[in-house]
């Protein structure tokens, strides 16, 4: 299994990005699929997942803000951020899990001020 995370930058306050995971090497359809992200000196935390049946859940700092996709088609999770705030200043990660956690490297995303 390989994730390739990318669409990171460097933003400012009140912008977007889109953060995009491509999946190989797993049947991605059935697969459910999370973005977590880890800021300086902070613990790794769940920003959103959604499933095989595209339900989706968020962490409570991102919701109405951040959303999670999926298309099959191309085996690719999105997640649009929006109003993008300092606070979300991280490393963010893609993960699926199918018999056991995968994880991209992770992408970075920088928001000032």
């Known amino acids: 299994v390989q994730l390739q995370a990318s669409g990171g930058g460097l933003v400012q306050a009140g912008g977007s990005l889109r953060l995009s995971c491509h999946a190989s090497g797993v049947n991605f359809r059935l697969t459910p699929v999370g973005w977590y992200r880890q800021g300086p000196a902070k613990a790794r935390e769940l920003v959103a997942e959604i499933n095989s049946e595209g339900t989706t859940q968020y962490a409570d700092s991102v919701k109405g803000r951040f959303a999670i996709s999926r298309d099959n088609v191309r085996r690719t999770s999105y997640l649009q951020m929006n109003s993008l705030k300092p606070e979300d200043t991280a490393v963010y990660f893609c993960?699926?899990?199918?018999?056991?956690?995968?994880w991209g490297r992770g992408t970075q995303v920088t928001v000032f001020s």
């Open positions: 993960k699926v899990t199918r018999g056991g956690d995968f």
